[in-house]
């Protein structure tokens, strides 16, 4: 018995002699495949892979993360079909671009933010690194956004109100850049109930323009300059004297205690009516209090508060 053990021992010793790993020198010339091919470690079906080099093992980490986030971008761009959005201009085109890219932005970061190292190499001082993105549980990122704009866009659609045409166009447009994204990840792009062409029929469809009095009480030249626009990019021709459609726009400033010396505290309302044929149809109404070296100063913080609440809210007034 005590011969069986001692030759058993002696078996498992030799096998983890011949197991054991040799350590790669500086003149190792046993490089791992992945370092130039990341695809022959991962499964290209189910995965994203890219590598990075660099120094110090964080950031030869970030590099792969950087290489892969790249690789992500022009496989995009890559499979990309003419769009037709680039057919029309709208006057606020360039923002509304500007806007999409930036909650394109942010969607594609939350992704990338699940990027994985998978593996790690040295070798002269360098360290390579092998990062990874599920493509399943990116897709599931990106689908779950997509669900939340057809929500969002599906209700706009159903109201049909020409003060919420440049919302729509981009909610569509944000919609369809993530689908390129997502297409890259699952294979195929999700359909939309609401179409370009369908949006664009739409607005021809409509009305030319529509005479509406503008009606302002106290209010800052800004915020009458942001109204008149939006109502004229909705489709709506500004005119003096009376009219079946009047919309009524007034701030009101209250000055609030502040023992603080060298400032000044102020709540804002804004109130904004709608009238149609002598009738009052809606109103909206809200408040924002903020501090500030004078009233003017103070009014100047809350103007993107209040600019947007009014591109956001403007539909609300059911002025068609």
């Given amino acids: 018995m005590q011969m069986k053990m001692l030759f058993l021992m002696l078996l498992f010793t030799g096998c983890s002699m011949f197991k054991a790993m040799p350590e790669l020198s500086s003149s190792s010339k046993d490089v791992p495949g992945w370092v130039y091919s990341p695809y022959e470690t991962c499964d290209e079906a189910s995965e994203l892979c890219a590598t990075g080099e660099a120094r110090t093992m964080s950031a030869a980490d970030a590099q792969a993360r950087a290489n892969l986030a790249s690789i992500f971008e022009v496989q995009v ?90 919302k729509i166009v981009r909610l569509h447009l944000e919609r369809e850049k993530l689908n390129e994204r997502y297409a890259t990840v699952a294979g195929g792009k999700k359909a939309s109930k609401v179409t370009y062409e369908e949006i664009m029929k739409w607005k021809e469809s409509r009305p030319k323009m529509i005479p509406l009095s503008l009606r302002v009480g106290q209010a800052p030249d800004w915020m009458k300059e942001k109204l008149k626009e939006l109502l004229t990019e909705s489709g709506f ?13 007034n701030v009101e400033s209250i000055k609030e205690f502040l023992n603080v010396e060298g400032f000044e505290k102020y709540t804002f309302t804004l109130n904004m009516t709608s009238t149609e044929n002598g009738e009052k149809k809606k109103v909206i109404s809200t408040s924002e209090t903020v501090t500030g070296r004078t009233q003017a100063d103070a009014l100047l913080k809350v103007k993107p508060f209040f600019n947007n609440y009014i591109e956001d809210h403007l539909s609300d007034l059911h002025l068609d």
């Fill in 77 to 166: 761009k890559s499979t990309l079909s003419t769009n037709t959005n680039s057919q029309s201009s709208f006057p606020w085109q360039s923002q509304v671009n500007e806007e999409v890219q930036t909650a394109i932005e942010e969607s594609v970061n939350e992704v990338l933010e699940n990027v994985q190292v998978k593996k790690h190499f040295k070798k002269d001082g360098l360290t390579y690194a092998l990062a990874s993105l599920d493509k399943n549980q990116a897709s599931g990122l990106i689908v779950g956004r997509i669900k939340k704009i057809d929500t969002e866009l599906e209700t706009l659609w159903e109201r049909r109100s020409r003060t919420n045409l440049r």
């Fill in 237 to 249: 021709r500004i005119v003096k004297g009376e009219t079946d459609r009047v919309l009524s726009m």
